[in-house]
């Protein structure tokens, strides 16, 4: 069975694609057999970074059945390693239905080879989070700014969320007592996994088993990219433990990637670094990552654990739209409190905010002003 190995990251320009890119190219060095798969859906750009051409055959072309899954598994030219395009061009890709999702998980899942590497769309959508959750050692890619920590941070929160309720049923004591908290915001905000698990083991013993059996399998590993300086790579430390007290989650380290412009003249040039320039800084850290992933011993989730099953509607939109403002604002206060973020840093972030907020403003009164005008000229708007 193949190895799946998706790649996210809480906010979009980490570096995400790049490391997607060059570790399914560094694992084929190897001689280990890679489908590196584009699941940025509303937004494939992988095809750029490997310098591959997709044609029609995408993952749009197969979602409107014009073409079979195996033949939109296409070669590169790099040794051992096959791609899977995705489709920007196809309307409401990033909004697949419940049964395209599944179809797509089967796929993916019968796929002859040793790793599948899933690149995946910055943010916390409910696809992303279970395209995450198909292997419990995805890869999330974080950066030493403050934002990027921040919705790393958040993408994990999310992610055991979605954990927790796929195990807790609708129709569950553990999922009612759930179900209560969400009406309380404050609770909402205050809720700690390792607090509600003591009180889930009272209302649903079995199910409550259940969760912390997957979360002792739960283990992500993070990736800290743009590193400038030795100091930055203290941030992951500090996520680490973030993850470890408010979520009850063990996640591992996997690597650092120091900034490096080199990145910018491969991608212009369509090569992938480990290609351009292998002995470089950045192209170094990626066969380190590789190495470590390959003498990693393989997880799975329990054969139960099924998220095929698992409804994109298990909640209104009003009440996941509260959730997730309630959730983030809960992860401000778990790194401010965990001092991964502090209090100068969060300010910075609040005044770097407030100063774009206000350009947009700028802008909308302009774009306004010039629409009023052309109106007085007669034009149509």
Known sequence: MAQIIPIASGKGGVGKSLLSANLAIALGQQGKKV???DLDLGASNLHLVIGQHPGV?????WFTDKIDFKDIIQPTDYDNVSFIAGDSQIPDLTSLKHVQ???LIRNLKNINTDYVILDLGAGTHQFILDMFLLS???IIVSAPAVTATLNGYLFLKNATFRLLYTTFKRGTPGRAYI???KKNAKSMQKLYIPQLVKELEIQDPEATKLFKARMEQFRPRLVMNMIEDPKDAERAQRIKKSCNQYLGLEIEYLGLMYRDMLQDKALASQLPVVVYKPQSVLGQAVYRIADKVIATPPRNFDAAFNLEGASDNFQNADEEANEDYN???????DLVAGGTLSISELAEMVKTLN????????ENQLLKSKLIKAAGQGFKI
Do not use: F, M, N
Not at 327 to 333: C, Q, R, T
Not at 356 to 361: D, F, G, I, P
């Open 35 to 37: 489908v590196l798969v």
């Open 57 to 61: 055959a995408s993952l749009g072309s």
């Open 101 to 103: 999702k599944v179809k």
């Open 136 to 138: 419990p050692q995805g």
């Open 179 to 181: 179900d209560g908290l």
């Open 327 to 333: 959730i983030k604002l809960a992860g401000i206060e």
């Open 355 to 362: 100063y774009e907020l206000t350009q947009v403003r700028k």
